[in-house]
């Protein structure tokens, strides 16, 4: 490991082409990794966090080092470090959305009767568990629809909505833990794992 740091130490110190696409790739790998864990803890995924967490300190060690090494004679590194640690931090909450990692909660009031009952038929036909209740606006009476699900079946249920009552007002949130309830009986009977 030592002489791989010192190799990595005497390739940093030069001022090629492949230096500064070492530092900039390897900052978005860093910070990338860093976004994605914290998404993970927060979102009660602990120990793939954690693993997470000894890449990226790994590759800041790295990173880090290669920048400061020469930092006062090539500037153009420290810009190149600040590049890539913007651009890190846009391409991991991008991985975030893409791999939809843990639940959301979903709130949807529904602006009449009629659309909520076809809505609620055929969320429920796609394996969408719920709890409807009946609610008062302003100006007349509405359907409330509360679910809790997979975060990567968001876009799913939201595209059923858009279907089947346009005017729906619809409000999404995080859950950091979940207990009991459709979500846990469909998880244990293996209905979520087969995207049902």
């Known amino acids: 490991m030592n002489q791989f740091l010192q190799a990595v130490e005497a390739f940093a110190k030069g001022s090629t082409v492949w230096v500064y696409l ?8 860093e910070v990338s990794f860093g976004t994605l864990r914290i998404v993970l803890i927060n979102r009660g995924e602990r120990t793939i966090g954690s693993m997470i967490a000894i890449i990226e300190i790994t590759l800041w060690l ?8 020469g930092f006062k004679e090539d500037f153009l590194k420290g810009i190149v470090y600040a590049l890539a640690f913007a651009c890190g931090n846009y391409i991991g909450s991008w991985l975030d959305e893409l791999l939809a990692f843990g639940l959301s909660s979903m709130q949807v ?13 055929c969320l429920r036909e796609k394996g969408f568990g719920m709890t409807t209740m009946d609610v008062h606006g302003r100006d007349d009476d ?18 059923i909505l858009k279907e089947h009552c346009n005017g729906a007002v619809v409000t999404v949130t995080d859950i950091k833990t979940q207990s009991g309830g459709y979500l846990e009986r469909a998880v ?3 209905q979520l794992r087969n995207g049902k």
């Open 22 to 29: 070492f530092i900039f790739f390897g900052k978005i790998l």
């Open 188 to 190: 244990r009977g293996g």
């Open 109 to 121: 009031v529904l602006p009449d009767m009629e659309s909520a009952k076809e809505a609620e038929a």
């Open 62 to 69: 790295i990173i880090a080092s290669s920048v400061l090494a």
């Open 142 to 159: 509405r359907s409330m629809l509360i679910m809790t699900m997979q975060r990567k079946r968001l876009p799913e249920a939201l595209a």
